[in-house]
Structure formats: C-alpha cells, structure tokens
C-alpha cells in the first residue's frame, strides 16, 4: 500500500500558486524513487523569511530559491519524511529571466527539492547532470521544458 502525505503552507500572499499542481510533482517524484509511505511538507515563504532560514541552517546571508530537509527516511520500507521550502519572490524574479510563469518556476524548485528529499545530489558536474535530467522528466509531465543558463 501506498501513502505518500503532502501538505502546504502557503505562507506568502501575493503570488497565486496552484498547490495541487505542486502536489502532484512531489507526488511523481516519491513514485519514480519507488518511495511507498511519505509525509512531505511544502512552505511557500517570502524572500525574507528564506534568507531568515537560510541565516538559521545554512549560515548564508541571503535567500535561495529552495531548501529541503530529510527529516527521516528508512530505505528498508521505503518510507521517508522531509520538508520541502520555497521562495515565491525569488521564483517571480527568475520566471521572468527564464520567460515562464512563476508557477513554472515555483513548480521546477518543488521538483528540485523532492530529488534531494529522494537522495539526488547536484555538488557534482555528474551529480547536476543527473539532477537535470531527472528535473526535465518530472517537467515533461507537466508540458515543460526549462532553458537552463549557467545560474
């Protein structure tokens, strides 16, 4: 039996974001790992409240796009709990660099932050190939295709 649980807290009010689309990504991503039983939480924050978080666990002194945190995973059952937080601002300002919308953008952090939660890694020329590759199939899924540029 599958039971992969995800919520969102909308924690922003200015971009409208399609939460059930966000939702169905996460989903497509614990699936494709073969994860059978998860609790995935989504933040959407503002850009201070990610450079706040990224101060608190990162010691970066500026917001980020997407932060993701495995809270508990157990590859014997194939289980896994995390957090998943991304910034509406910063997807704004970058939709327009890459000429989506913000959801789209939005959507491509949700997919990058489930690839971690799943144990992808992008510190590596091998690693980030991989990393987009596997962001380009969940992008498919929903009609896109990301231009990438040397961000």
């Known amino acids: 039996m ?3 649980i995800i919520d969102i807290a909308d924690e922003q009010s200015i971009h409208a974001i399609d939460h ?13 790992a073969g994860i059978r039983a998860a609790e995935i939480s989504i933040a959407i924050v503002d850009d201070a409240r990610m450079h706040a ?10 917001p980020t ?3 993701s945190f495995v809270w508990d995973r157990d590859e014997s059952v194939f289980s896994l709990d995390g957090e998943i937080i991304v910034s509406a601002d910063y997807a704004a300002r970058e939709a327009t660099r890459y000429e989506w919308t913000t959801d789209d953008e ?3 952090y949700v997919i990058h932050g489930s690839l971690h939660l799943v144990g992808h890694d992008d ?3 091998e690693g980030q190939a991989a990393m987009r ?5 969940h992008l498919a899924q929903f009609g896109l295709t990301h231009r990438y540029d040397d961000r």
């Open 133 to 137: 590759a596997a962001e380009a199939k």
């Open 123 to 125: 510190k590596t020329p």
């Open 53 to 62: 978080l990224n101060r608190q666990y990162l010691a970066h002194d500026y």
């Open 20 to 32: 059930a689309r966000l939702k169905r990504a996460v989903r497509s991503v614990l699936e494709a």
């Open 106 to 108: 939005l959507l491509l």
């Open 2 to 4: 599958v039971s992969l």
């Open 65 to 67: 796009d997407v932060l």
